[in-house]
C-alpha cells in the first residue's frame, strides 16, 4: 500500500506586486496588483510504505508547499492528495494524529519550561495513552541521548540538542509518516549524522515513511533509497539513488598532474572525437570529464601519455551532489 | 473533556512559565491594576465638575466601570492574542497549529492564557460592590445569576469582535494597527451610549457593541428603566457575535489555507 | 548629523512602509474620528448647560479635542515596542554594527511614520473634523506656523519618552506592562483625555514639572487660543528644555545598557 499518492497536485499563490518609489506606493494605496504564481505545478508521485524519501529542489521549488499539503495545512488548487488513506486538508484533525512533523527552523516546543513538560502536554494533545507514552518516551530518550536536557528550558538547549528534542516531540505518538522539513539544517557534522543513524533505526524498526526535504545531499546518500527531485514546481527526477548515479553519474572525472606545463588546448585537439571536456586547474594540473558511453579511460589515458609525463593520477567518482547539479543544468529530468 | 483536561495542562504550563518569571508576573498584575486606576481617576476627576453626565450619578458610572472590568478581565485571561498575526502568521506559527489534532481556535486560545488579568476582574468585582453600596442597590436572590450571564454574554461580545478582527490576519499579513484602535474604542463602552449621537451610539450598540460589555448590561442592577431592554439583549448580541466570529474564523483559516506561502 | 542622507533615507522608507500598510490607514482615519467624536460627546454631556468650565468654553474645548487627537496621530509611534522588540529578541546587536546611532536612526523611523500621518491622516482628519464639529480654527494664520513648531517639539519629547521605556528592556525581562502603563500616563498626564486645569490643583500642580503636558496640553492651549502674546514663546522654551532634560537619562540609560550588552553579549 501507498503511504503518500499524489496525482496532479498543483498549487497556485497571489503575489501581491509592490509598485516602484512614492508615487508606486501611493498608487498601491488604492488599487493593489497581483501576480499568479504557481508553485505546484500538476505534480504525481507514489510513496509505499516504510520508504524514506528525499524531497530536493532548489529554494523555491515547491518542496515547502508540497509539504504543508501533504500534512493538511494548505489546500490544494486542484489535484488529489492520500496520505494514510486519509485526505489531508478535509478529515485535518482525525488525520494529523497519525503523522509527525518537524519543520528544521521552527519550534513546537514550549521555550520557557523544560523539555518534559512539553513532551507531557503533547501526549495530552494526541491522546497518547500514560503507559505507551512512557515506553516510547523512554526508547527516545535513551535512542537520541536525552537523558539530562529533558529538564532545560528550551531556549537553553543548543541547535543540536533541540532539534533532538523536536523529532522526539513529533515522534511520541508513533505516526506512520514522519515529515521532515530541513531537519539538518545548521547542525554539526556529528549531530546529522547521529541523526540520520537515529532516523534510519526508526525506519527500521516501526516501518514509518518518512518524507524529507533537505538542502544537504549526505542526507539523501545517507537515507534515502528514493529521491524526487523538483524544479520550479515540476517534478525532474523521481527514482532511486542508484538509478540515478547510474543514468547521470555517466561518466568520470580524472585529475591529472604532468611533469611540465600543459594547456587544456592542446588536450582538447588530441581528444577531440572523444568529446572529453578539460579544465585547467593550474599550469600543470587538469581536470578531464570523460563521458563514459563515448569514450573509455585506457584510450584517453594512452593518447595523453602520448604527450607528456603523468606525475599523478586520481578518478574522481561521481556524487549525487555533481549529478544534481548536472541535472538542473540540463534543466530536464529524464524519468517523467 | 478531552478539552476540559487539555485545558487544565496548558493552565499547568503557564504556572510553570509564569513561576520562572516572578518579578514579571507582578509588575504585570500591578501595571494592569493601575491602568484600570488611571481610568477610574477619568470619571473621579469629570465629576469634579459636574454631578451629573446626561442623567447619570458619579456612583452610576463607577458602578458600570466596576462591572465593565469583570468581564473584560475574565476575557483578556483566556484570551491574549493580541499579537496573532506576528506571531501566528508572519513567523508561521499556525503551520505547527494546524498540524495538531486539536481544534486550531481552541489551541490558540489555550496557548494564549494568561490568568493574570483575573485580578483586574476581581478588582471590578470590589468596585460594583463599593459603587452599589453607595448607590443602596437591592440584589435579588437571582441577582448573581443574572450578573453571570450578563459577565458571560459580554465575554463573547469580546470573543466576537476580536476573533473576526485577529482573523484579518488570514487575509493580509501587513500590520493592520487594527486592534489596538477598536481595543481603544472599548473603553466608550462603560460610558452611557445616550450621551452620544446617533451614529456613534448605533455603532457601539450594533456594530462593535462595546455597550454590552459596560453600560447596557451594568443598566439592569442600576435599575435604569429605559435602558434595561438592552441589558436583556446582552446574551443575544453575545450568542449572535460569538457565532460571527467563528464563522469568520474559519472562512479565515479556509482562505490561509487555500493561499498559503 | 554626519550621516545625514542615511537618515533621510530611513525617514522615506518608514514613509514607504507606511504607505503599504493600507488597511492601516484606512482603519486609522476611521478609529481616530470615532475617538474625536465620543469625546466631543463626552466633553458635551459633561458641560450640560454650562457654557465655560475651568476656563474653557465649550467651543475651545471641541477644538481641544479635535487638535489634540490629530496632534497624537502625529506624535504617536510605538518606538519603544520595537525598540523593546529588538532588544530581546538580539537584533539590537547587530544594529549596533551598522555605521550609524542606533537611538537616531530609530528615532528617524518614527520621524517617518509621523510625517506619514500627519500629511495623509492628520491634515484630512482635521479639515473632515472642522466640516462636521463646531471647531474654531486660530484665525491669526502666526499662530500656524509656531504650532508646527510646537508639534515637532511633541514628537521629539514623546519619542524620548518612548526610547526611555523601551531601552528599560535591557534590565528588565519584560517591560511590556511598563509600556501598557506609560501609554495610558501620556494620554492622561499630557492633557489629551483632560485638560490640566481640570485636575485638582494638587495634581495638576504635579504635572507642571513633568514633561507630559510639553506634548499636548501647551501646544493645544495655543491652538485654542487659551494662551496668547509672550506666554507663546515660554511654551516653545518649556518644550524645548523639556527635550535638552530628557536626553541626560536617555544617554544615562543608553551608556548603561551598552555595556550590559558588550559585556553579556545581549
Redesign the interface.
Known sequence: MDAIRVHRLRKEFQVQQNREGLGGALRDLFDRRYNQVVAVDDISFAIPQGEICGYIGENGAGKSTTIKMLTGILVPTSGEITVNGHVPHKEREQFVREIGVVFGQRSQLWWDIGVIESFRLLRKVYRVPEQAFNERLNELVERLQLGDLLTRPVRKLSLGQRMRCELTAALLHNPKILFLDEPTIGLDILVKSEIRDFLLQINKRYGTTILLTTHDLQDIEALCSRVVMLDDGRIIYDGGLDELKRDWGKGKELLIQFGQPCSPERLRALTADLSVTWEAVNEFTLKAWIPLEQANLTEVLGRVMTLAEIRDLRVLEPNTDDIVKEIYQTGAGKHV | MHYLSLFFDYIKIYMKTKLTYRSDLWIEIVSDLLFQGLNLLFILVVFMHTDLLGDWTRDEMIFIYGYFMVPYGLFTAFFNMWNFTERYIIKGEMDRVLTRPVHNLFQLVLENIDPSSLFGALSGVVIMVYAGTQLGLDWAWYDPLVLVLLVLSSMMVYFGVYVSLIAIGFFTDSQTGILPLVWNLQNYGRYPVDIYNRVIRFSLTWVLPFAFVGVHPASYFLKKGEWQLYAFLTPLMGVAFFLLALWIWNVGVNRYRGAGS | MFSLPAYLEMV?MK??MM???????Y??IL?YA??I??YY??W?????D?QT??GFTVAQMTTYIAVGWMARAFYFNNLDREIANEIRDGSVAIQMIRPYSYLMSKMMQGFGEGLFRILLFSTPGMVLVSLLLPVDLPTDWRVWPVFLLMLAFSFLINSQINILVGLFAFF???????M??KR??VD?CSGL??PLT???TWASSVLEWLPFQAITYLPASVFVGRVTGSAVWEVLLLQFVWFVVLLIPIWLVWQRARRRLFVQGG
Do not use: H, K
Open positions: 522615506r514613509f514607504l504607505l503599504a500598510y493600507r488597511v492601516n490607514y482603519s486609522g478609529v470615532i475617538n467624536g465620543a460627546f463626552l458635551q454631556a459633561i458641560y450640560g454650562n468650565m475651568q528588565v525581562e519584560n517591560n511590556a506592562g511598563m501598557s502603563m495610558i500616563l492622561l483625555i483632560v481640570f485636575f485638582p
